[in-house]
C-alpha cells in the first residue's frame, strides 16, 4: 500500500501532467501576487527612507513565505478532520498548483504553432505574453531563442525547484509535501514581482531577490548535475557551465539554461530589448546547432525526465519509511 506522502506526490505530478492550471481557476500564486501588490504600495507610499523600505522588504519576504507554508499546512490539517482522502486530495491539489510544467508546454505550444504555420505576428503576439523583452519586431531564430530561454530558465524555479522542496517536506514527519513546496512558490513569486535592482523596488525588494537566489541554488546545481547525466554527455555539460553561467547576474537562472543549451548543443543570450533598451545578456553554451522548434521540445522532454527521476524514488523511499 502506498504511503499518504507517497500517493500525494504522483497524484499531484499527474494533475499538472494532465490538467495544469486550468484557465479561470483561482490559484495561490494570484492571491500571493495580490498580497504582494498591495504591501508594496503601501510600504512606498507610507515609507520614505532606503532602510525603511529595506526593513519593510525582510518582513514582505518573511512573512509571505512563512505564512503561505502556514497557510498551506492549516487548510491540508482542516481536511484531513473531515476524512483522511479529503486531506490527500487538498494536498495534491495544492502541490500540483506549485508545478508548472503543463503550464510551460503550453506556453511553448501556443508560440510554436503560428510560427511554424508562418505567423510571425501571431507568434509575437503569443510570446509577449510570457516574456518581458520587446517582441514586435523579432524575428524567427529571435523567438526562437526567447522560448528555449523562458522553459529552461523556468524549468528550475517553476518546475524542479518546488519538487525540491516538496519532496523534502514530504520526509519530514508533520509537514508534508505543498507547504514547503508553497513556500518556495511564495520566494519565487516575490522576486519575480519585487526583485529588481531598480526603482521603485530596489530598497523593498533586496531581501526577496536574495532570499530566491539562496532557496534556488541547491535545487539549480541538481538540475545542471541531471541533466548533464541526461544528455549522455556529463563532464562536456558541467565545463561548458562552469566556463559560461558564471558571466550570468543572476547566480542560479544562468547555470540552467547554460545546462540545457550545452546538452542541446546550441547556444542561448545575446541582446535583449527592454522598452526600446537593449540589455546584453552573456551567451551561454556553444551554437553547434540553430534553434529550432525541435529543440525546445527536447528541452521539455528533459525537464520532464529530470522531474520523473527526482520523484520517482522518492516515492520509493517514501513508501519504505512507512512500511518500517
Not at 529595506?54 to 497557510?71: D, F, M, Y
Request: net charge neutral; proline share 7%.
Amino acid at each position: 500500500m502506498w504511503s499518504n506522502a507517497a500517493s500525494v506526490l504522483a497524484i499531484a505530478a499527474s494533475l499538472d501532467f494532465l490538467i495544469g492550471d486550468p484557465w479561470g481557476w483561482p490559484h495561490p500564486v494570484q492571491g500571493m501576487g495580490w498580497l504582494i501588490a498591495r504591501y508594496g504600495e503601501l510600504a512606498r507610499k507610507i515609507l520614505q527612507s532606503p532602510r525603511c523600505l529595506r526593513v519593510a522588504g525582510i518582513g514582505l519576504g518573511l512573512g509571505l513565505v512563512s505564512g503561505s507554508g502556514l497557510l498551506g499546512w492549516t487548510l491540508i490539517a482542516a481536511a484531513r478532520t473531515l476524512h483522511p482522502l479529503a486531506g490527500i486530495l487538498s494536498e495534491s491539489i495544492l502541490l500540483a498548483s506549485c508545478f508548472a510544467g503543463r503550464s510551460l508546454r503550453d506556453a511553448a505550444t501556443e508560440v510554436l504553432q503560428p510560427l511554424k504555420a508562418g505567423d510571425l505576428g501571431q507568434a509575437r503576439v503569443a510570446l509577449s505574453h510570457y516574456v518581458g523583452r520587446d517582441t514586435e519586431i523579432l524575428a524567427e531564430p529571435e523567438i526562437l531563442r526567447a522560448v528555449l530561454e523562458t522553459v529552461t530558465e523556468n524549468a528550475t524555479d517553476g518546475v524542479l525547484a518546488p519538487l525540491f522542496y516538496g519532496l523534502i517536506g514530504a520526509m519530514i514527519p508533520g509537514v508534508g509535501s505543498a507547504p514547503l513546496a508553497l513556500a518556495y512558490k511564495a520566494a519565487s513569486t516575490l522576486d519575480s514581482m519585487v526583485g529588481y535592482r531598480t526603482p521603485p523596488y530596489t530598497d523593498l525588494g533586496w531581501f526577496s531577490a536574495r532570499m530566491d537566489d539562496v532557496l534556488t541554488w541547491v535545487p539549480c546545481r541538481l538540475v545542471v548535475g541531471t541533466i548533464a547525466l541526461l544528455s549522455g554527455r556529463p563532464c562536456q555539460v558541467w565545463r561548458l557551465c562552469q566556463r559560461d553561467a558564471p558571466f550570468d547576474p543572476s547566480p542560479n537562472s544562468g547555470w540552467s539554461e547554460c545546462a540545457y543549451a550545452a546538452a542541446l548543443n546550441v547556444q542561448v543570450g545575446g541582446n535583449n530589448w527592454y522598452q526600446g533598451i537593449a540589455r546584453p545578456k552573456p551567451l551561454l553554451g556553444d551554437p553547434i546547432e540553430k534553434i529550432t522548434p525541435d529543440h525546445i521540445y527536447r528541452a521539455l522532454r528533459l525537464t520532464r525526465s529530470c522531474f520523473l527521476l527526482w520523484l520517482v524514488p522518492m516515492i520509493g523511499v517514501s513508501n519504505w519509511i512507512t512500511a518500517r
